[in-house]
């Protein structure tokens, strides 16, 4: 994945992971450093609805494989 | 949730994500530090079936509702 696309698609994600990865609210995990296979694995599973939220469903569904790729570069680049 | 019944009870998740809260392989995400209701969520979608993964299932069915909170307490306190 490419950590600068990553961090630009990530715009629509910061409002609850934020921009450092941080959780801004309590049902939201921090992602920062987070294992990159673990996050394609579950941005995918929201996307094709094998992991449920109602949320991380709509936010995933229009989401490319690179994308996904890209967004799980970034934020596992972070520092936690 | 109790951090000290935590760490007990999570001698059996060291395998994949270690007494660190580091995850030891590539499927398995960090825990250390990570949010403590997201954490509560997560064991008690797992011991549902709400979220399915064949390992994680298998882990968190004979979990008792003190223990998920003891474990997210005892993870969610390591240093990230």
Do not use: W
């Not at 990530?10 to 996050?39: I, N, R, W």
Request: charged residues 25%.
């Amino acid at each position: 994945g490419d950590v600068q696309a990553g961090r630009a698609k990530a715009m629509q994600c910061q409002t609850c992971h934020g921009l450092d990865g941080k959780s801004k609210l309590p049902e939201a995990p921090h992602l920062a450093g987070q294992v990159e296979q673990y996050l394609v694995k579950a941005l995918k599973d929201y996307k094709t609805g094998a992991r449920k939220d109602e949320m991380m469903s709509m936010m995933a569904k229009p989401l490319s494989n690179a994308d996904i790729e890209n967004l799980a570069a970034f934020y596992s680049s972070l520092k936690p």
